[in-house]
């Protein structure tokens, strides 16, 4: 798997580019979901693909976090927001801790899986840490049914520096999908500085995600994914697996 740009050689630009502060109502989604559908207590809980811990900036409010990803120069953005949270290097497809959680929380980093064996191998990782009655939360940007190509742009400001990205997603190919993404980067008062990076992912329909998360051994559900940005927008889904 190629790690996109962004995730090593333009990562201490992360929160330049995702502020933290913008994840706090997904984050309260994803702990009501916890609270609604784990059949005991959530305490503990391990984020794979954790990224530049954005959602555990927020989560570890409520929770014990334990964030892992497969890039340090992201791990290493996710420890100055996250200094108290414990934090691991690993692929969520091949991930053996040998210690388990109340729950598993796999939020978009689970679309750079573009193999359906891949999927799969991830649900596998998942309820391998889980306890006895834990539950995993897989939280895709879209599924097959949901999927249509646009294009947006964001960014921010900081007293040094500055960045703005343009995303434009392409027309699904088979099961998997390719994102642009133009970067402009500014220091002080340097000149902005341009650059391109792609991103390719997986793209599955709701019954291979279901199907998928049964035959890793959990019981497996769908349930409603409802933010304010995706007002307007086709309907979304979150994916509960239970142990």
């Known amino acids: 798997m190629t790690t996109p740009r962004l ?3 333009f990562a201490p630009w992360w929160h330049v580019m995702s502020a933290p502060a913008e994840y706090e109502e997904e984050a309260s989604l994803y702990a009501r979901a916890f609270r609604e559908h784990a059949r005991k207590p959530v305490r503990t ?3 794979i693909g954790s990224g530049g811990g954005n959602n555990a900036s927020h989560l570890k409010r409520g929770f014990t976090m334990t964030l892992v990803d497969r890039s340090p120069d992201m791990l290493a953005q996710s420890r100055f927001v996250n200094p108290e949270c414990e934090h691991l290097e690993g692929d969520m497809r091949t991930l053996h801790l040998g210690r388990t959680f109340d729950a ?3 939020h978009d980093a689970i679309m750079y899986m573009t193999t359906e064996d891949d999927l799969r191998a991830v649900f596998a990782t998942a309820f391998a840490h889980l306890d006895e009655g834990g539950m995993a939360l897989f939280v895709p940007d879209r599924t ?3 999927y249509v190509p646009t294009t947006s742009s964001g960014g921010h400001d900081t007293p040094e520096r500055s960045m703005r990205y343009l995303q434009w997603e392409h027309p ?3 099961q998997t999908i390719l994102t ?3 970067y402009a980067f500014r220091e002080g008062s340097n000149p902005v500085r341009i650059e391109y990076d792609e991103h390719q992912m997986g793209l599955f329909s709701r019954d291979v995600w279901l ?4 035959d890793a051994g959990f019981e497996a559900r769908a349930i409603p994914y409802e933010h304010s940005d ?3 927008a086709p309907a979304r889904e979150m994916f509960v697996g239970l142990c």
């Open 7 to 9: 995730y090593d050689e």
């Open 45 to 47: 809980v391990l984020e």
């Open 104 to 106: 598993v929380f796999i």
């Open 144 to 146: 097959a049914e949901n």
């Open 172 to 174: 699904a190919h088979g």
């Open 180 to 182: 642009s993404f133009v």
């Open 211 to 214: 199907a998928g998360i049964a």
């Open 230 to 232: 995706f007002e307007g």
